[in-house]
């Protein structure tokens, strides 16, 4: 009797140890199951995230050949070009969720040299002794359609203000002229029709002496 409870218990003990070990097996290989899937998918996403910065940067350095008829719109180009690059690279970042302090502190430094460089050269182009220049007056676009110069509009032509100042006073001028002249044809008729009248009044006067005369 003893030996067949021991055998029993021995019998049930294997079965324990059996059934822990399977299911220790099982969570073992789930874990590592687990675990394997999120690094890969961390080297996917790493690998993805490098490729996309890699590709902006070779995207960078690739010489185009676009020809723009202003030049305005070609440093528009390059500027927005440079602005998606970096978009594309802090957007790789992100993904990649590598923005730790270092990372974070690096990217501050960079900048502020960045700035310090850009204030040095724009020191160093600046003239020495600049020509002053009248902020007041604002430079038109275009040429001016009376002198053909530029700076100015037309209707803001020294020019066309010296030319309609003289041409003013020329016609001016010409009314004066014409206005003496015609006050002074006035004044002849006028006095033509008083030595008129004045004659005949004193012919009448005679006739009238006359006929008294006579009688």
């Not at 202003?70 to 993904?95: D, I, P």
């Not at 690096?106 to 460089?117: G, L, N, P, Q, V």
């Not at 040429?143 to 032509?157: A, D, L, N």
């Amino acid at each position: 009797m003893d030996a067949d409870i021991k055998e029993i218990i021995q019998a049930e003990v294997q079965s324990a140890i059996l059934g822990t070990q399977d299911k220790l097996l099982n969570s073992l290989t789930s874990l590592l199951d687990t675990r394997l899937n999120g690094f890969q998918q961390n080297i996917q996403d790493s690998q993805k995230a490098l490729s996309e910065s890699q590709l902006a940067k070779i995207g960078e350095t690739i010489t185009e050949t676009f020809k723009f008829r202003k030049r305005g719109n070609e440093e528009q180009y390059k500027h927005n070009k440079k602005v998606f690059v970096k978009v594309l690279e802090a957007n790789s970042q992100l993904e990649s969720e590598n923005l730790n302090n270092d990372n974070i502190q690096t990217a501050k430094r960079k900048i502020y040299e960045d700035r310090s460089k850009a204030n040095t050269k724009t020191k160093q182009l600046a003239p020495e002794n600049p020509i002053p220049v009248n902020t007041n007056k604002m430079f038109r676009p275009g040429r001016c359609f009376s002198c053909s110069e530029t700076g100015h509009w037309r209707r803001e032509c020294p020019h066309a203000t010296v030319q309609h100042t003289n041409k003013i006073s020329t016609n001016m001028f010409l009314r004066n002229v014409s206005r003496s002249s015609s006050t002074s044809l006035y004044t002849k008729q006028t006095l033509r029709n008083t030595t008129s009248l004045a004659i005949h009044i004193l012919r009448l006067i005679v006739i009238v002496f006359t006929q008294v005369y006579h009688l």
